[in-house]
């Protein structure tokens, strides 16, 4: 069966990195100081970290196919064939599939546990996106947008969502940029 698999954005994944760069500059510039061990120990303490999350973001995938959609990550997955899928949202950096019913896979589950996930009075997701979350038929999208945005994924919704292809087109030619 042919499929087609989708990484998280370049720039998402180099976010990883730039996250955790401040921290392995102190590392080293500790290394540097008076006390070395204690540059040693950051550096023993965060380079397995930023290794394991690097790991984990770099093989995230997002894999359509002639039937569905797999949304795989380490740990966790979604799965729903096209026709579940009845709307695709494209508010910038609130990208996802919406399902009409719920979608299928271990990761519905951690996703609805975790849908309240966010910074001190910043959540990661809006109200709406929540409450799609907590009944499962959301897909978050936003790490592989810039594949939708860019248009290469719009061929492959094309063929097998033509429908979702179009709202994409559409939430592109209303977008301001």
Avoid at 28 to 57: E, H, K, N, S
Avoid at 97 to 126: D, I, N, Q
Avoid at 135 to 155: D, V, W
Wanted: net charge positive; aromatic share 8%.
């Amino acid at each position: 069966m042919e499929t087609r698999s989708y990484p998280v954005s370049r720039l998402r994944r180099g976010l990883v990195l730039g996250a955790f760069l401040p921290i392995l500059l102190s590392a080293v510039a500790f290394g540097f100081a008076d006390d070395p061990q204690i540059g040693l120990i950051l550096l023993l303490t965060i380079l397995p970290i930023l290794t394991l999350t690097y790991w984990v973001v770099h093989h995230t995938r997002l894999i359509l196919t002639p039937k569905g959609v797999v949304w795989r990550q380490v740990g966790c997955r979604i799965e729903s064939p096209w026709d579940n899928i009845v709307a695709l949202r494209m508010e910038k950096g609130h990208e996802g599939f919406v399902g009409r019913k719920p979608f299928s896979g271990p990761g519905v589950k951690r996703m609805a546990a975790f849908r309240t996930a966010g910074l001190k009075g910043t959540a990661l997701y809006s109200e709406a996106e929540q409450a799609l979350l907590a009944e499962g038929r959301l897909m978050p999208l936003a790490p592989f947008a810039y594949a939708i945005r860019n248009g290469s994924m719009l061929p492959d919704l094309d063929r097998w969502a033509p429908t979702l292809a179009k709202q994409a087109r559409d939430a592109a030619s209303r977008s301001p940029e």
